[in-house]
């Protein structure tokens, strides 16, 4: 399974287009799409990312799980509030240039608030690309909460 591990800060040029970090790329070079797959989170101001066999891997399971519980009409109409759906709809094919970057769409630099430079940040079997002082702001309150919690915990 791919992994996206820590944060790294890059540029982003007038024309949205991002060098996506080394490591990342490394990660997704046995995808047969050589690019990521982007959309605008569901639960934060950032943009989702992964390979595109990840999106595969959901959909299939979606598609397996239909079928198991015997909801053709779902495997053929689909279901209006899925996830996978929803996402799908609002993904992006984002191919690597030959620099390894990509264009974001304007409908994704809307979303995260992007401006001059962006936080590409590992989640593991995906990365998030943000804002870097959203996301600054965003990772000092989890690590702050964390800590309060742990203090929590030990007494």
Not at 59 to 78: A, H, I, Q, S
Not at 110 to 120: E, G, K, M, P, Y
Request: aromatic fraction near 8%; charged fraction near 25%.
């Amino acid at each position: 399974m791919t992994s996206f591990l820590s944060t790294f800060v890059n540029k982003i040029d007038s024309k949205g287009r991002v060098s996506v970090p080394a490591p990342f790329r490394a990660s997704l070079t046995t995808e047969l799409f050589q690019g990521i797959i982007a959309y605008p989170s569901l639960a934060e101001p950032a943009i989702d990312a992964f390979g595109l066999s990840m999106l595969e891997q959901l959909n299939r399971r979606v598609l397996d799980k239909n079928l198991e519980d015997g909801e053709f009409e779902k495997t053929l109409l689909g279901r209006p509030d899925s996830i996978v759906e929803t996402i799908m709809a609002l993904a992006h094919e984002l191919p690597f240039d030959g620099q390894g970057r990509v264009i974001l769409p304007a409908a994704l630099i809307d979303a995260a608030d992007l401006d001059s430079q962006v936080a590409f940040v590992g989640r593991g079997n995906r990365f998030q690309i943000w804002n870097p002082s959203k996301f600054d702001e965003k990772q000092n309150e989890a690590v702050a909460k964390i800590r309060e919690n742990l203090r929590i915990g030990s007494t």
